[in-house]
């Protein structure tokens, strides 16, 4: 597996515990290296996974504002906790960061969907994310 994408992975599912338990991001991070993942995990890996979760909350407002302008019909408390921080997440490197290309991010964001979530929200993602992509680029 591709050292970014085990870093989306990781990032994903510390947004993910961010949004369920509403601890403190630092709090979840220190807590997800030191009981989830270990210390064997290369630090790229860990500066990546950490540079989103930080983008992401840091940003989360404008990020939220973008995923709810293009989905409709869902508002993001009617979507599941794992595709809301999907959307996020790609929805973060697509505003925010410029060094990934479009297209690998949301290969990306469709990935992690239909690992974590399913087929049809593969799909969903896919949607939302191509009109942030052509919002934003």
């Known amino acids: 597996m591709c050292r970014r994408t ?3 992975q990781y990032a994903l599912q510390m947004l993910y515990e961010i949004d369920i338990t509403h601890n403190s991001t630092e709090e979840v991070i220190k807590d997800f290296w030191q009981n989830h993942v270990g210390r064997d995990t290369p630090q790229d890996i860990k500066d990546f996974a950490e540079f989103l979760t930080r983008g992401v909350i840091n940003n989360l407002s404008k ?3 973008q995923i709810s302008l293009h989905s409709q019909n869902w508002s993001l408390d009617r ?12 929805s973060f490197e697509l505003i925010f960061s410029q060094d990934t290309p479009p297209k690998v991010v949301i290969n990306e964001a469709v990935e992690l969907a239909k690992k974590f979530s399913g087929q049809e929200a593969a799909k969903f993602v896919n949607g939302i ?9």
């Open 6 to 8: 085990r870093a989306r």
């Open 129 to 137: 994310l191509d009109k942030i992509k052509e919002k934003n680029r």
């Open 79 to 90: 979507m599941t906790v794992i595709d809301r921080n999907i959307l996020r997440l790609a």
């Open 63 to 65: 990020i939220n504002s």
